[in-house]
Nanobody
Framework: QVQLVESGGGLVQAGGSLRLSCAAS????????MGWYRQASGKQRELVAN???????NYADSVKGRFTISRDNAKKTVYLQMNSLKPEDTAVYHC???????????????WGQGTQVTVSS
């Protein structure tokens, strides 16, 4: 019923930039945290960044100073601006959101399908 759809991934050279978007749709009463995770080949999935409904952010140390997470609550969308990209940023990036579907519902984690980011050198 709830869907998270990512866009904006692709191929980019080292030092370049990409902006990822994730739009939530369906039956949604409220959204708490939204975030981005990534998993590179042969590595564990890691939290890249997240943001709460009031705009408070957290970042992985590896992306601090290069990536910026933001959200538009009216559009139910979270963004990840990625600058100064490095080959080690290559991964599948997944959007995650904590969503209440009604005033009486529990909060559940929802995941997007993922978008590939590939950084070449």
């Amino acid at each position: 019923q709830v869907q998270l759809v990512e866009s904006g991934g692709g191929l980019v050279q080292a030092g370049g930039s990409l902006r990822l978007s994730c739009a939530a749709s369906g039956s949604i009463f409220s959204i708490n945290f939204m975030g981005w995770y990534r998993q590179a080949s042969g590595k564990q999935r890691e939290l890249v960044a997240n943001i709460n409904s009031g705009g408070r952010t957290n970042y992985a140390d590896s992306v601090k100073g290069r990536f910026t997470i933001s959200r538009d609550n009216a559009k139910k969308t979270v963004y990840l601006q990625m600058n100064s990209l490095k080959p080690e940023d290559t991964a599948v990036y997944h959007c995650n959101a904590e969503i209440m579907q009604s005033a009486w519902s529990r909060i559940y984690d929802h995941w997007g399908q993922g978008t590939q980011v590939t950084v070449s050198s």
